[in-house]
């Protein structure tokens, strides 16, 4: 217990020294970064408003004229800390709160290193130089996947655990490694978990060399990687649900699953200068002095240091070579394997290249510090003790250096007048108080962010029903029908999407200026009949006549003034997962063109449509199989522990 304070102590007081301005002095933000503020703040305070009320936030009405929003797994929907987040927070989350949030993965990715490295035979002082390694290389510009990367060493010492511990300890061991899995898939991106998987297979490669075998190392590498997957399922089969009926760059009408070709992006490869010239003067100088210090660990007793030291060399080496892209055979290889890639960059198996530097260094400050010990001892003139105690510091300072600048290019604070900063960029201007306003009195029509003046996720971050947003897959029927209108505010289909606003910076002849600061624009449409309309017999939509409409969690409900007949069309895509309820009666949603539609006898005054998936339930039921089998094993070897203990007694007292 002392051990793991040790750790959390030192890591809170690094990183809040490192932070101190920002987290003390609210000078600056950690959430910094095109994709954190355009992505994830917005995405935050969107799931931190649904999570308050312990609901989760399957869909998102304001984003894409409605869209799945947990089938976006980039969003993170059922990741512990963003639920404890929204919980603790709701309404009230800001930038701020989210660098606090930053902060604390900060320093949990610097314990679960240390508590990785101390528990593979490592020394305090190597476990906090290489803790803090780990944790200072991580770079926060994409918090989605970022967040995830924190729990691989967290999952190797879970890991290393199951092969040391007797059975009901190795259950815990094993649920604990499965969960630290999981976590890397739920905060919001598949690299993490794939990357996670495939060190961890490597480890597992590695122990089956040695004492417990092949059949108990791959054993328990089948059970954790099991156990993740269940656990993951709510996500996964929503996400592939979701990714199935989706493009992963629309202009190119690529499909959800398969790979984004680098030339569309304007690379001419996919290695980039910067990215070659940072691993010839970091990564190749580090597996050179790995190489050495595994010399000197070839006659060494600790077995645990030298396979570590050994499993680093290779796991960096491998990722060096995936992460050149198209040039290199693994490189290819891993590139072409969609399952391997499933983004445009191949460097970003760089993570791994910074996890395999972080140990390396902590073995180098280990042989270190065992040699200036050893040597200490063996010189008995203290002048010649202080001259190898003043180089064994002056090294020590050197490698501290070393990492420092390393790290100083991954700790960098984006300042409060950068653009992208989420206080100035998601303020509450006058613009959109003027939008909110109106929206509480047309509540059924949508706004479209024409050439994406305003921040185009500014639906999810002031709950404003949009159009248009910004993530990295779009629903395919919905960008093919509206794809055509984006250069034209005045087309019929605005109309049909219930379109009433329209923000520009540029004039538009034939639409009413509503509002206007500086260089943004209202204009308003008055040909729209909203998203709830009625079809007529000719074919004709026309507002229905409404009392109240009131837009929930995954669901709408809608109180008519007086009962119509016809068709009820609701301007929202068709999405497998909806029903609607019509007067406490559940029946299913009908397609009408894109639409969704139910149909009303007349005698009707209350109608909502509700997001309820089956897949989300079936994902529910998958996710507790493991805690429940755990529990079960649990319970099972306590009772033959109790059983062999009292059967002993027995014998001793015969």
Same mark, same amino acid.
Do not use: C
């Given at each position: 217990m002392r051990q793991h304070i040790f750790f959390l102590g030192i890591a809170v007081v690094v990183f809040l020294t490192a932070f101190q301005d920002v987290l003390l002095h609210r000078q600056g933000t950690l959430v910094r970064g095109f994709d954190a503020s355009v992505q994830t703040f917005p995405w935050m305070v969107y799931l931190a408003r649904h999570w308050q009320n312990l609901t989760p936030p399957l869909w998102d009405f304001t984003s894409f004229s409605g869209t799945s929003f947990a089938g976006e797994l980039q969003t993170g929907v059922f990741y512990p800390p963003n639920i404890l987040l929204g919980i603790l927070f709701g309404d009230s989350l800001s930038p701020y709160t989210l660098d606090w949030y930053i902060f604390f993965h900060y320093v949990f990715a610097f314990y679960f290193m240390a508590l990785f490295l101390s528990s593979s035979g490592f020394g305090r002082l190597a476990a906090v130089f290489g803790g803090f390694a780990f944790a200072a290389y991580l770079d926060w510009a994409q918090p989605n996947r970022l967040v995830g990367m924190i729990y691989l060493p967290l999952?190797?010492?879970?890991?290393?655990? #199951?092969?040391?511990?007797?059975?009901?300890?190795?259950?815990? %061991?094993?649920?604990?490694?499965a969960a630290s899995l999981s976590l890397a898939l739920l905060g919001g991106h598949t690299q993490p978990f794939l990357h996670s998987s495939i060190a961890l297979a490597l480890l597992a490669f590695f122990y089956a060399l040695t004492a417990p075998g092949w059949g108990r190392a791959f054993g328990q590498l089948f059970w954790i990687v099991s156990a993740a997957v269940l656990i993951t399922a709510p996500q996964w089969l929503l996400t592939v649900e979701y990714v199935s009926h989706s493009y992963r760059w629309a202009p190119e009408r690529t499909p959800g699953f398969s790979s984004v070709p680098y030339e569309i992006y304007?690379? /001419?490869? #996919?290695?980039?200068?910067?990215?070659?010239?940072?691993?010839?003067?970091?990564?190749?100088?580090?597996?050179?002095?790995?190489?050495?210090?595994?010399?000197?660990?070839?006659?060494?007793?600790?077995?645990?240091?030298?396979?570590?030291?050994l499993y680093a060399l290779v796991l960096g080496t491998f990722a060096f070579l995936a992460s050149l892209g198209d040039a290199g055979l693994i490189a290819k290889v891993t590139w072409?394997?969609?399952?391997?890639? #499933?983004?445009?960059?191949?460097?970003?198996?760089?993570?791994?290249?910074?996890?395999?530097?972080?140990?390396?260094?902590?073995?180098?400050?280990?042989?270190?510090?065992?040699? /200036?010990?050893?040597?200490?001892?063996?010189?008995?003139?203290?002048?010649?003790?202080?001259?190898?105690?003043?180089?064994?510091?002056g090294m020590l300072g050197l490698l501290g250096i070393w990492i420092g600048t390393h790290a100083s290019a991954?700790?960098?604070?984006?300042?409060?007048?950068?653009?992208?900063?989420?206080?100035l960029r998601y303020r509450e201007e006058s613009v959109i108080r003027f939008l909110k306003r109106e929206q509480t009195q047309h509540p059924t029509h949508r706004v479209f962010n024409f050439r994406q003046v305003l921040p185009p996720n500014?639906?999810?971050?002031?709950?404003?029903?949009?159009v248009r947003g910004h993530r990295g897959t779009i629903y395919a029927p919905y960008y093919e %029908?509206? /794809?055509?209108?984006?250069?034209?505010?005045?087309?019929?289909?605005?109309?049909?999407?219930? /379109?009433?606003?329209?923000?520009?910076?540029?004039p538009l002849k034939g639409l009413d200026l509503r509002f206007r600061e500086g260089n943004i624009r209202v204009f308003e449409r008055d040909t729209t009949p909203g998203i709830l309309t009625l079809l007529g017999s000719n074919g004709e939509r026309r507002p229905v006549p409404l009392r109240r409409v009131d837009f929930r969690a995954n669901q709408i409900e809608i109180d008519l003034e007086k009962p119509v007949a016809g068709r009820l069309i609701f301007a929202q895509p068709f999405y497998p997962g909806w029903k609607a309820r019509i007067e406490n009666e559940t029946v299913p949603v009908e397609r009408e063109n894109l639409f969704m539609s139910v149909s009303l006898s007349g005698t009707e005054q209350s109608v909502a449509f509700l997001y309820d998936p089956p897949l989300f339930k079936l994902g529910l039921v998958l996710a507790l199989l493991p805690w429940v089998v755990g529990i079960i094993l649990i319970k099972k070897a306590k009772l033959r522990v109790v059983y062999w203990t009292a059967k002993r007694g027995n014998r001793q007292r015969r």
């Amino acid at each position: 217990m002392r051990q793991h304070i040790f750790f959390l102590g030192i890591a809170v007081v690094v990183f809040l020294t490192a932070f101190q301005d920002v987290l003390l002095h609210r000078q600056g933000t950690l959430v910094r970064g095109f994709d954190a503020s355009v992505q994830t703040f917005p995405w935050m305070v969107y799931l931190a408003r649904h999570w308050q009320n312990l609901t989760p936030p399957l869909w998102d009405f304001t984003s894409f004229s409605g869209t799945s929003f947990a089938g976006e797994l980039q969003t993170g929907v059922f990741y512990p800390p963003n639920i404890l987040l929204g919980i603790l927070f709701g309404d009230s989350l800001s930038p701020y709160t989210l660098d606090w949030y930053i902060f604390f993965h900060y320093v949990f990715a610097f314990y679960f290193m240390a508590l990785f490295l101390s528990s593979s035979g490592f020394g305090r002082l190597a476990a906090v130089f290489g803790g803090f390694a780990f944790a200072a290389y991580l770079d926060w510009a994409q918090p989605n996947r970022l967040v995830g990367m924190i729990y691989l060493p967290l999952i190797l010492y879970s890991y290393q655990k #199951t092969l040391e511990s007797k059975p009901r300890n190795r259950i815990l %061991y094993t649920l604990l490694a499965a969960a630290s899995l999981s976590l890397a898939l739920l905060g919001g991106h598949t690299q993490p978990f794939l990357h996670s998987s495939i060190a961890l297979a490597l480890l597992a490669f590695f122990y089956a060399l040695t004492a417990p075998g092949w059949g108990r190392a791959f054993g328990q590498l089948f059970w954790i990687v099991s156990a993740a997957v269940l656990i993951t399922a709510p996500q996964w089969l929503l996400t592939v649900e979701y990714v199935s009926h989706s493009y992963r760059w629309a202009p190119e009408r690529t499909p959800g699953f398969s790979s984004v070709p680098y030339e569309i992006y304007g690379f /001419v490869s #996919t290695l980039s200068p910067e990215l070659l010239n940072y691993l010839l003067w970091s990564w190749i100088p580090l597996a050179v002095l790995g190489g050495v210090a595994f010399l000197f660990f070839l006659r060494s007793e600790n077995s645990a240091r030298r396979l570590l030291l050994l499993y680093a060399l290779v796991l960096g080496t491998f990722a060096f070579l995936a992460s050149l892209g198209d040039a290199g055979l693994i490189a290819k290889v891993t590139w072409h394997i969609s399952i391997l890639n #499933t983004v445009r960059q191949a460097e970003r198996y760089v993570f791994l290249i910074l996890f395999s530097s972080a140990v390396i260094l902590a073995v180098d400050l280990s042989i270190l510090s065992d040699r /200036v010990a050893t040597a200490l001892r063996s010189l008995d003139r203290p002048g010649h003790r202080r001259i190898l105690l003043f180089g064994a510091v002056g090294m020590l300072g050197l490698l501290g250096i070393w990492i420092g600048t390393h790290a100083s290019a991954f700790l960098r604070i984006q300042p409060d007048n950068d653009p992208l900063t989420p206080a100035l960029r998601y303020r509450e201007e006058s613009v959109i108080r003027f939008l909110k306003r109106e929206q509480t009195q047309h509540p059924t029509h949508r706004v479209f962010n024409f050439r994406q003046v305003l921040p185009p996720n500014l639906g999810n971050a002031h709950s404003l029903l949009t159009v248009r947003g910004h993530r990295g897959t779009i629903y395919a029927p919905y960008y093919e %029908y509206f /794809v055509s209108a984006l250069g034209d505010p005045r087309s019929s289909i605005w109309d049909a999407l219930g /379109v009433r606003y329209v923000i520009s910076d540029l004039p538009l002849k034939g639409l009413d200026l509503r509002f206007r600061e500086g260089n943004i624009r209202v204009f308003e449409r008055d040909t729209t009949p909203g998203i709830l309309t009625l079809l007529g017999s000719n074919g004709e939509r026309r507002p229905v006549p409404l009392r109240r409409v009131d837009f929930r969690a995954n669901q709408i409900e809608i109180d008519l003034e007086k009962p119509v007949a016809g068709r009820l069309i609701f301007a929202q895509p068709f999405y497998p997962g909806w029903k609607a309820r019509i007067e406490n009666e559940t029946v299913p949603v009908e397609r009408e063109n894109l639409f969704m539609s139910v149909s009303l006898s007349g005698t009707e005054q209350s109608v909502a449509f509700l997001y309820d998936p089956p897949l989300f339930k079936l994902g529910l039921v998958l996710a507790l199989l493991p805690w429940v089998v755990g529990i079960i094993l649990i319970k099972k070897a306590k009772l033959r522990v109790v059983y062999w203990t009292a059967k002993r007694g027995n014998r001793q007292r015969r």
